[in-house]
Every structure is written in structure tokens, then in C-alpha cells.
């Protein structure tokens, strides 16, 4: 990634289709929000799970529970890649939704 502002469009265009995806979902089982740069949902215990960009390292941080991730964008494959190997973004959050849900979910 070359700038600040390319990373801020293509991490800004990725949380919005999430957005779009977690709007399809029963909203008394995930409140879901979108605001300079962080997306934030809210489950039906009250719990959160936490995605933001971090421009100074060009990446998107996931936060649920104890457990946090940071991912680079892989311009090869066209997704986002967890920096220690564990998996893609969607594939990550697809997890974490399905355990806190009780259900699939897939992003």
C-alpha cells in the first residue's frame, strides 16, 4: 500500500460491505455500527466485538474477548491476512460471529 489515503479507501470500502453483511443479520442478536473507521458489534449479552483501521500501520485490528488480531491487506490474494498466519479477515470474523451467534455465519 502506498498511502495513507489508499489505505484509508480500501479499508474504509472493506468495513462498509461487512456493515452490509452483519445489516442481514437479526438485529436483537447484533447491533452493529460504522464511524470513522471503527466498526463496533454489540451482541445480545451486551459483549463486543471490535474492528478499526490503524493507519500508521496500515492495517485492520479485530478485537473480540482476550483475543485480538492485526491484519495486512494482501494485494496478491486481495484480502486481508492475518499478520501471524491464522487466516483471511472474513474467514476470522466468519468465527468469531458463528461462536458468539450459536449459528453459521459467514461474511
Given at each position: 500500500?502506498?498511502?495513507?489515503?489508499?489505505?484509508?479507501?480500501?479499508?474504509?470500502?472493506?468495513?462498509?460491505?461487512?456493515?452490509?453483511?452483519?445489516?442481514?443479520?437479526?438485529?436483537?442478536?447484533?447491533?452493529?455500527?460504522?464511524?470513522?473507521?471503527?466498526?463496533?458489534?454489540?451482541?445480545?449479552?451486551?459483549?463486543k466485538c471490535?474492528?478499526?483501521?490503524?493507519?500508521?500501520?496500515?492495517?485492520?485490528?479485530?478485537?473480540?474477548?482476550?483475543?485480538?488480531?492485526?491484519?495486512?491487506?494482501?494485494?496478491?490474494?486481495?484480502?486481508?491476512?492475518?499478520?501471524?498466519?491464522?487466516?483471511?479477515?472474513?474467514?476470522?470474523?466468519?468465527?468469531?460471529l458463528?461462536?458468539?451467534?450459536?449459528?453459521?455465519?459467514?461474511?
Amino acid at each position: 500500500m502506498s498511502t495513507d489515503h489508499q489505505f484509508e479507501m480500501l479499508a474504509d470500502q472493506f468495513m462498509e460491505s461487512v456493515l452490509q453483511a452483519l445489516d442481514e443479520l437479526d438485529p436483537d442478536e447484533l447491533d452493529s455500527q460504522l464511524a470513522m473507521g471503527v466498526l463496533t458489534m454489540e451482541f445480545e449479552d451486551g459483549s463486543k466485538c471490535i474492528m478499526n483501521r490503524q493507519v500508521a500501520a496500515q492495517q485492520i485490528w479485530l478485537a473480540a474477548g482476550a483475543t485480538a488480531w492485526h491484519f495486512d491487506y494482501d494485494t496478491q490474494g486481495n484480502h486481508w491476512q492475518d499478520t501471524k498466519g491464522r487466516g483471511s479477515l472474513k474467514t476470522i470474523l466468519g468465527e468469531v460471529l458463528t461462536e458468539r451467534l450459536g449459528r453459521p455465519v459467514s461474511i
